[in-house]
C-alpha cells in the first residue's frame, strides 16, 4: 500500500520557528517530525512526500527516507496536493498529514480497515478543528471549525483512500480561498461509505508550543535517547527521558530535566538548568542560565544569567501572539520561543509565551515583555521591550 505524506503547508502560526525550517522538519526529539509517522508506517510499503519546490529541507529529508518527492507547484490546498499524487498511485493508499504524528498501532488500525476510513480523535472544544458528524460509524461530514466549539471529535487528517476519492477532484475554493480535501470527503461520503477510526495516540502542530507535547510524548514513549558521542560532564544531573544528540556538552554542574531534548553540538554549560524545553542543534548556554518549558532554534548564544520565566503570577493559562492574534495556549507553563541564530547579552529575561524571531540580537539586561520580530535600538541596559 502506498503512503502519503502531505508536506507542503507553509506553516504561518509556527513562526518564528518555521522563519527557516519547513513545520514538519522541526526537532521533536532530535529527529524530524514527520519522521515519526513515516516510522510508525513503514510495513505497509513505498512513501511519498508532497511538498513544494522551495522546500530543500523537506526533499533532502525524503532522499535520506527513500521516500519519493513528489512536487505541488503552488500551495494551493490539500486536496491540489492530492491531485498532484494521482498519477502515482495505482491502488489502494494511507494518506497523512506531515504535520500529525501517531502511533504505529494507530496508523495499522486504519490502514486494515475495509474501504475508505478516516481516523478521529476526540477534542474538548471543537473551534480550532474540522468536526466530524458520523451516523453507525460512518462519516456523514466534516465541518471545518465551528463557531460553537463543544466537545466532540475533531478530524485527526489520517486516511484510508480507495481511488474513488479521485472521482471528487473537482470541488470549488472554499471560504478560505484553497481546494480543501476536506469538501471532496464530503462529496464522497453523499455516495461511499466511510468508515470513522478513532485514533488517540493523535499529535498535531499548529502552534510553536505544540512541538513541547510533541517531544514529551515520543519521550515517553521510547525513552531517553543520549547519542554515544555525547560528553555529560562532572556534577550534571539528567533526569530522564531526555533525548541528547551527538557531539552535545552537558556540565559541568548542569541540570537538563525530564522532557528536554538537547540537539547536535548543544552546549549547556556550568549552573544552567533545561527544564521541558527542545533545544536545537548548535546552540550554547554556556553559564548560569534558565530555560523552561521553551524552544529554542538552531545556532543561538545565550548569555550569562538568561532567563525564560514560564509561569505567570497568577498562574492562569498563557497567552501567545499568533499572526496578530494572542491566543490561549492552554498551558499554564511555558517559557520563550526563540528562531534560529539568536543572540542574548548577560542578564536578559523573556517573559512567558513571548516569541524572538531568527537572526535578533537582543542587548544585555534587556526584558522581553513582547515579541521581538525586528532588530530592538537600545543603547540602555535594563530596558524592557
Not at 490502514?111 to 478516516?118: L, M, T, V, W
Not at 499554564?332 to 536578559?348: E, F, P, S
Request: charged share 25%; proline share 4%; glycine share 10%.
Amino acid at each position: 500500500m502506498d503512503v502519503i505524506f502531505f508536506a507542503a503547508g507553509k506553516g504561518e502560526r509556527m513562526m518564528p520557528l518555521t522563519e527557516n525550517s519547513s513545520k514538519v522538519m522541526l526537532p521533536v526529539a532530535n529527529v524530524p517530525f514527520m519522521r515519526w509517522s513515516m516510522e510508525a508506517a513503514k510495513k505497509l510499503g513505498r512513501a511519498g512526500i508532497v511538498c513544494r519546490r522551495e522546500q530543500e529541507d523537506v526533499q533532502s529529508f525524503a532522499r535520506s527516507a527513500g521516500a519519493e518527492i513528489i512536487i505541488q507547484e503552488k500551495p494551493l490546498g490539500t486536496l491540489d496536493a492530492l491531485k498532484a499524487c494521482k498519477a502515482r498511485i495505482a491502488g489502494d493508499f494511507l494518506l497523512i498529514n506531515g504535520d500529525c504524528m501517531f502511533s504505529e498501532e494507530d496508523v495499522m488500525k486504519v490502514a486494515s480497515c475495509n474501504g475508505n476510513a478516516a481516523g478521529i480523535f476526540r477534542v474538548q472544544s471543537l473551534k480550532n478543528f474540522g468536526a466530524v458528524e458520523s451516523s453507525g460509524g460512518m462519516l456523514q461530514r466534516i465541518r471545518e471549525k465551528p463557531p460553537e466549539g463543544g466537545e466532540g471529535f475533531a478530524n485527526a487528517a489520517i486516511y484510508r483512500f480507495t481511488r474513488d476519492i479521485f472521482d471528487y477532484l473537482d470541488a470549488p475554493l472554499s471560504r478560505r480561498g484553497e481546494y480543501e480535501l476536506t469538501d471532496a470527503i464530503n462529496e464522497m461520503a453523499k455516495r461511499v461509505k466511510i468508515n470513522v477510526i478513532e485514533v488517540p495516540s493523535w499529535i498535531t502542530l499548529t502552534y510553536p508550543w505544540d512541538v513541547l507535547d510533541a517531544n514529551q510524548k515520543i519521550l515517553d514513549a521510547r525513552g531517553s535517547m543520549i547519542a554515544a558521542g555525547a560528553e555529560i560532564r562532572s556534577g550534571s544531573v539528567i533526569e530522564e527521558p531526555v533525548a541528547i544528540g551527538e557531539g552535545a556538552v552537558i556540565g559541568p554542574n548542569a541540570y537538563v530535566r525530564k522532557y528536554s531534548s538537547i540537539g547536535r553540538g548543544c552546549r549547556i554549560g556550568n549552573a544552567v538548568e533545561i527544564k521541558s524545553s527542545i533545544i536545537m542543534d548548535g546552540t550554547k548556554v554556556p553559564h548560569l542560565s534558565y530555560v523552561g518549558d521553551s524552544v529554542v532554534g538552531k545556532g543561538c548564544n545565550l548569555g550569562a544569567g538568561f532567563v525564560t520565566a514560564n509561569l505567570r503570577l497568577n498562574e492562569q493559562s498563557i497567552g501567545s501572539r499568533v499572526k496578530g492574534i494572542v491566543v490561549d495556549t492552554g498551558r499554564k507553563k511555558l517559557g520563550a520561543i526563540i528562531g534560529d541564530d539568536v543572540k542574548a547579552g548577560v542578564r536578559v529575561s523573556v517573559m512567558p509565551g513571548k516569541k524572538i524571531w531568527p537572526g535578533i540580537a537582543v542587548p544585555a539586561g534587556v526584558i522581553i515583555k513582547n515579541d521581538v520580530e525586528k532588530q530592538p535600538n537600545i543603547s540602555k541596559m535594563g530596558k524592557v521591550i
